[in-house]
């Protein structure tokens, strides 16, 4: 019960905050200079005075500001994220058709990156002083301060152009006709290399964290017990120093999971992968401000969720903390 | 005859052998041709009209058949019209449309439908053909397979409009009762040689033959699978990796199209951009009290190297412009005064306008790296004549909310020419064009009767003699003027492999010349 009333106050909680978010984006994206019509406008190539306005007749942006905000909320209010102006397609259906592909590239980089992470940070907390340990400093800081976009070109040079090991672009072989298992396998082939390009910063980050808090935990007196006591050491790290360990790492964890989803942008964009992040970006530049706005909410509904699921993770990794 | 297992076996495996040898063949002639084409950005919609973006035209005009094709030369070529003539007066056109058309739903073609996409559809989505139809009285259908045009003025550009680049025919019956004022939904309905087939967004959209098409054995290509890839690097990859064969003109990066072109098996053309005659060229805002100086706005022009711009930006593929009409534009000429690079002369100038050091804004389009790389060399030029120049970034919704709204003091532009001065050319300098919300108009704000009196007359005029003696007489003035900062004639090159062939057969290109191409 106690699990359960956390769960629907932190929800509770969590739509105030869209919906603060909600009015501070409607606000945010319409002090950009141009508007949906504009952008249409200039890539028609001939626009007139009545093309214009049209457009905006059309999107409702001849109404004035408060009205539009009005007609906004109202929309929200019955769950209804609008109509694209450039697609001309509902907002909420343009977002669950691309929400799965970006979950599965970032819930995979993310299990990825978090594995190999914390697996590297562990390994170099044993290693201290040896070049081992200096290897994963180095790869870390590398991959770190390595701009993704770079790395993701380069990756799509090496593995796809010089060594056409893997799908240049893409989500799936189209045209491929590959159905069930098949399908899948191809999926995952597309997969690989977004995924390991975009766990890399991540991994980097973990690496790092989990040596750092391995380290101090290690030096803490129960630890300098359980070694006195006899423990095996691989004990002692599992239970004793790893358990202690992880929590900084889980915090950050949350907290990327949900930025992930909206930062994959760069990733989507190199391997032309059709999900969130593209079609967030592809709204700001067109201007097509119900997309966006959409998009934002579901990206921050995304985040408050992640949020509340690392709060329910502490639990299981620290039975000590209680959720209040 | 005894068979014992071991010869048996081995007649097996001879057979099979000769099975398997004969699978290959069977399969590659059902192998249906397949065309991948990298896209970008996605189109807003598919519908004929709706689609108005250049990326939706691209796909749209192998959706939608139009009633004529221009070749090269700009000259007409019948496609759902066989025959077409105009009177001697040019105030009455008349079409006679191809019979056993059907649309992809199965429906007939009929002149009904023509009346419908000109009288009312286009006339609503297409500011072209609403300016055209200005001109217009009326449009009929005389009989299920004639079309009528009454002008009340003559319009000699009208043919002009008759292609892809401004008026693909629509169904009458499945848009005659829509909303205009609201987005269409419905999914693309044309004569044209594809299908849509499917379209995941974000992805690709996937067009088949149309297997009824009214041209017999074409389309000879099965599948078209425009592939959305947002990145130009990655474009060039793709390319690379051979997962796309087509780059469309505007897809790829200069440097990219160089490298690419240099590969076994690819082929690299300029042409299919004749219709469009692209031209790229500084706005100078006339508002501005500087650029109110003659001197000044000469000194601009004097200040650009063109020659080194084609040659190092645009790697060859462009041609310095030599005045405001490009030369693929009828009735351009090139007798007007010109303004060879000389930065000596630019820094007199410059002086004898008075300048003081002014910070000039200069906004450049963002396009990608070859218009960035662009506008530095241009600020490069002028800062070595002497001028202050500032760089001031944004983008494409910015860039565009303030060429409509007049801020900026130089700014970048480039614009179709369309085949004619009156469709193309006026649009940029005549008085009645100056208006707020449009980056397409005269944005300079340049007002000069005598050059609105020259367009009008030119775009009334049915004798091509003195239509010529017009234009040049306006191209002069223009020119002399230094109205704007004319910079070069672009040609975007489509980079395509060997294996595709006939792939550009119109003076609009890829966008309605799918149907007519084929793969080896």
Known sequence: ?324 | MHINRRTAIAHSAAIMGWLAAGIPITAAAQQKKVLNIALFPEPNSLVAGAGSTGPAQTVVGNLYDCLLRFDENLKAQPQLATEWSTSADQLTYTFQLKKGVKWHDGKPFTADDVVFTFDKFLRHYQPRVRIAMGSVESVKAVDPHTVVFKLHTPFPAFLTLMDASSSPIVPRHQLADADLTKPLTVPPVGTGPFKLKEWQRGAFIHLEKNTDYHMAGLPAIDNVYWHIIPDAASRAAAFESGKVDVLPGGTAEYFDVARLAKLPGVEVTTKGWEKFSPFAWLWMNHRNPLFQNLKLRQAVLHAIDRPAMAKVIWHGYATPATGPFNQRTPFYTSKTTQYPRDTAKARKLLEEAGYKGETIRLLPLPFGETWTRMAEMVRLNLTQAGFKVETVSADLPGTISRQSNWDFDLTFTFVYQSGDPAVGVARSYVSSEINKGSPFNNVGGYSNPKVDELFAQGAREPNPTRRAALYAEVQAILADDAVAGWLLELNFPTVYRTKVTNLVSSAVGINDSLGRASIN
């Open chain 1, 1 to 324: 019960m106690d699990k359960l009333a956390f769960i629907a106050r932190r929800l509770l909680q969590g739509l105030a905050a869209l919906l603060l978010i909600a009015v501070m984006n409607f606000m945010l994206v319409r002090a950009a200079p141009g508007d949906p019509a504009t952008v249409m406008a200039g890539e028609s190539g001939a626009a007139d005075e009545v093309f214009l306005q049209q457009l905006r007749e059309r999107f409702d942006l001849d109404k004035p500001l408060p009205a539009q905000l009005a007609t906004y909320l109202g929309q929200l209010a019955r769950l209804d994220l609008g109509t694209s102006y450039r697609q001309q397609a509902p907002v909420l259906d343009l977002i669950l058709e691309r929400l799965p592909a970006t979950l599965l590239l970032t819930g995979s980089a993310f299990l990825l990156s978090l594995a190999m992470g914390v697996a590297l940070g562990v390994w170099a907390s044993t290693q201290v002083g040896t070049w081992k340990d200096s290897a994963i400093s180095v790869l870390a800081t590398l991959f770190y301060a390595t701009p993704l976009y770079w790395l993701a070109l380069l990756a799509v040079l090496v593995f796809a152009v010089w060594l056409p090991w893997l799908p240049a672009f893409g989500y799936q072989t189209v045209g491929g006709g590959h159905e069930g298992v098949a399908r899948w396998l191809d999926i995952g082939h597309h997969l690989i290399l977004p995924t390991l390009v975009l766990s890399m910063f991540y991994m980097a980050i973990y690496a790092r964290m989990t040596r750092a808090s391995m380290l101090e935990v290690a030096s803490q007196d129960f630890v300098k017990t359980a070694r006195a006591k006899g423990l095996p050491p691989g004990r002692v790290l599992r239970a004793h120093v790893l358990r202690n360990a992880l929590l900084p790492v889980v915090t950050l964890a949350g907290l990327q999971a949900g930025a992930m989803v909206g930062g994959a942008v760069l990733i989507e964009t190199v391997f032309a992968w059709p999900g969130i992040g593209r079609l967030l970006f592809d709204a700001l530049t067109q201007r097509d401000y119900s997309l966006l706005l959409g998009t934002f909410l579901v990206t921050a509904a995304l985040a408050v969720a992640f949020n509340v699921i690392t709060d329910l993770v502490y639990t299981l990794v620290d039975p000590r903390i209680e959720l209040s």
